[in-house]
């Protein structure tokens, strides 16, 4: 999987959500930030794959095995 998976499908930025104080449509710039923003607080790199210290912090798995089984390149 990677960044482009982690988006609304087109119809949120198009077509209005009902609520109690009216109809809205998504904001695709102001989604595009929150995106960047929530990768970046996560330890993540700009394509959603967390990134070294990230996997070193939350001690999930050895580094020399995560770049052997997965596309992760660290």
Excluded at 29 to 48: C, I, P, T, V
Excluded at 59 to 66: C, G, K, M, S
Aim: with cysteine.
């Amino acid at each position: 999987l990677t960044d482009s998976h982690d988006w609304l499908p087109d119809r949120f930025y198009t077509e209005p959500i009902h609520t109690v104080d009216g109809d809205v449509v998504c904001n695709r710039q102001a989604f595009g930030r929150m995106h960047k923003e929530y990768y970046l607080s996560m330890g993540w790199d700009k394509s959603g794959k967390p990134v070294k210290e990230t996997l070193e912090k939350l001690r999930i798995i050895h580094i020399e095995h995560i770049e052997k089984e997965s596309d992760i390149q660290l």
